[in-house]
């Protein structure tokens, strides 16, 4: 013969500190909805970051494009008049030292190509632009640092080959040889621009590198709040599962036994005595 049952209070169901599965979610989770409302706080602020990163990677690309532009016509004015030669020289001294534009040059097509292909991703959402950057946590580190060693490192080798023999250093040379040879070639190149252009790819370069630290700082950020995020996601879903079971799984006693009294015997009856009888 079936028995009777007799839903306990949701009071005093949700009196009970342990979930019948021995977690303590409700010490550890209070207020689904607070954690729920954390969740989306973290996500806009996560959505702040990722348009700060786009905005670094856009100020990469440009600052690319603009030493590539200023090595490229540097460039031309070498190759276009390299074989002049007037008085038994040509426009830039005898044997110019050609690598440090080289150099430059290479590093800025690079990294251009880099940038040019993270932010075309972008149009694919801004996973797949961390995934053309990047892998892992710790390999995305490698994009900004990258970029601070690569640029550090060019920017200081294209200002020590600054010996006077190569096209930027001739071009801002005041020497009276120098200036000689200028004067020769001055209606063929602008030695005034060459001067002020490379100087400026100089300082860009250097500028690049620095705000790499910025894409640093940003890294780490980032890798702190996605792991804060993950665990606050986490709580979530425990606090979730926990309200699942309680709406679900409500206890039953029988009428026969009180719920407050103690009866006969040494143990002192729970909500869930017999719950699953």
Not at 16 to 37: H, L, M
Not at 97 to 113: H, Q, S
Request: hydrophobic share 35%; with cysteine; glycine share 8%.
């Amino acid at each position: 013969m079936a028995s009777d049952y007799d839903k306990i209070s949701q009071a005093e169901y949700e009196s009970q500190p342990i979930a019948p599965d021995g977690n303590d979610y409700k010490n550890e989770i209070k207020d689904v909805e607070k954690i729920a409302a954390l969740t989306t706080k973290l996500a806009k602020r996560q959505k702040k970051i990722g348009n700060i990163q786009v905005v670094e990677r856009v100020i990469n690309l440009l600052a690319s494009a603009t030493i590539g532009a200023i090595m490229g016509y540097t460039l031309e004015n070498y190759i276009v008049n390299k074989n002049e030669v007037i008085n038994g020289s040509g426009p830039f001294g005898t044997n110019p030292k050609l690598w440090p534009t080289y150099v430059m040059t290479a590093v800025a097509g690079l990294t251009l190509i880099y940038n040019i292909t993270v932010l075309v991703a972008y149009c694919c959402g801004r996973r797949a632009s961390d995934k053309v950057a990047s892998g892992s946590s710790y390999v995305k580190l490698l994009s900004p640092l990258g970029h601070l060693i690569v640029w550090a490192t060019t920017a200081g080798s294209f200002k020590g080959a600054a010996t006077g023999n190569d096209i930027w250093t001739f071009s801002c040379s005041d020497a009276p040889s120098d200036v000689s040879i200028q004067q020769e070639f001055q209606n063929k190149i602008n030695y005034d621009i060459l001067c002020t252009t490379n100087t400026a790819s100089l300082y860009t370069a250097i500028g690049t590198a620095a705000f790499a630290v910025v894409g640093i700082i940003i890294w780490i950020i980032i890798t702190i709040h996605t792991r804060k995020q993950k665990k606050t996601k986490q709580k979530l879903e425990a606090a979730r599962r926990f309200e699942d079971f309680r709406n679900s799984a409500q206890p039953y006693v029988s009428y026969n036994q009180g719920v407050t009294g103690p009866p006969s015997g040494n143990i002192q009856p729970t909500p869930y005595s017999n719950y699953g009888r």
